[in-house]
């Protein structure tokens, strides 16, 4: 069993809405969180980092949440735009150790018009 | 001006041939990876280098040979290719060592497919 869980698995919504994937992790001890964007046919892109003490992180119409008690995080995107269309992925670091990140298996994100 | 390039960018060919695929950064960043991508879209780790020197190298088969001439290229060369093979690989690249809580920084790709 994995131990990032990304939901939903995919997620179609419309153009100017607003959405949230969930991320749940079980890794410990926990160093850092992060989000990354992946293109079709392209490597993904960090969008925000979190360590323990941080609750939330923006970037742009981005924003990600950490509940370190429960082991869950979010990414909201606000607005969202065609180009929003990817795949998101959550990766979980252990003792600051990135070369063994934990990577969640992402959630397909489609924005129609 | 790419960060970290690979080469090349799609890969066809037969079952137990022998191929290469090259990794350059120009971050000036210590460590390199190579992560396999399959068909669910799962990220996996392969192998790390810092330094030129081998730091992790999960449960690969041996038929997978990194190599990291200096620290801005780790290529990786595959012997007798099998079926399974078959995947999108990944290079990146991040600053320091793999226990610093650097952002890794991804190539474009390399799909390989295995006839």
């Known amino acids: 069993k994995n131990q990032v869980e990304q939901s939903p698995q995919s997620l179609i919504i419309l153009e100017g809405k607003n959405c949230t994937l969930q991320?749940?992790?079980?890794?410990?001890?926990?160093?850092?969180l992060r989000w990354y964007k992946q293109d079709t046919g392209r490597g993904p892109v960090s969008l925000t980092i979190?360590?323990?003490?941080?609750n939330t992180k923006s970037n742009g119409r981005y924003t990600a949440t950490l509940d370190a008690d429960t082991k869950q995080s979010s990414l909201h995107i606000t607005a969202s735009q065609l180009s929003d269309s990817a795949s998101y992925i959550c990766?979980?670091?252990?003792?600051?150790?990135?070369?063994?990140?934990?990577f969640g298996d992402g959630t397909t994100l489609t924005v129609k018009p | 001006d790419t960060a970290v390039s690979q080469t090349p960018k799609y890969l066809v060919t037969q079952m137990g041939n022998d191929k290469s695929i090259k990794c350059e950064q120009n971050?000036?960043?210590?460590?390199m990876y190579w992560y396999k991508q399959d068909s669910k879209k799962f990220l996996k780790i392969m192998f790390s280098?810092?330094?030129?020197?081998?730091?992790i190298n999960e449960t690969v088969p041996n038929r997978f040979s990194p190599k990291s001439p200096d620290k801005a290229h780790l290529n990786l060369h595959i012997n007798s290719l099998e079926l399974g093979d078959s995947a999108v690989y990944f290079c990146a690249s991040s600053q320091g060592q793999p226990t610093n809580t650097g952002e890794l920084f991804f190539g474009e790709g390399s799909r390989l497919t295995v006839l």
């Open positions: 971050l000036g960043h210590d460590t």
């Open positions: 990766v979980v670091s252990l003792n600051t150790n990135a070369g063994k990140s934990t």
């Open positions: 991320c749940n992790y079980t890794v410990s001890p926990f160093s850092n």
């Open positions: 280098y810092n330094n030129k020197e081998l730091i």
């Open positions: 979190m360590t323990f003490s941080e």
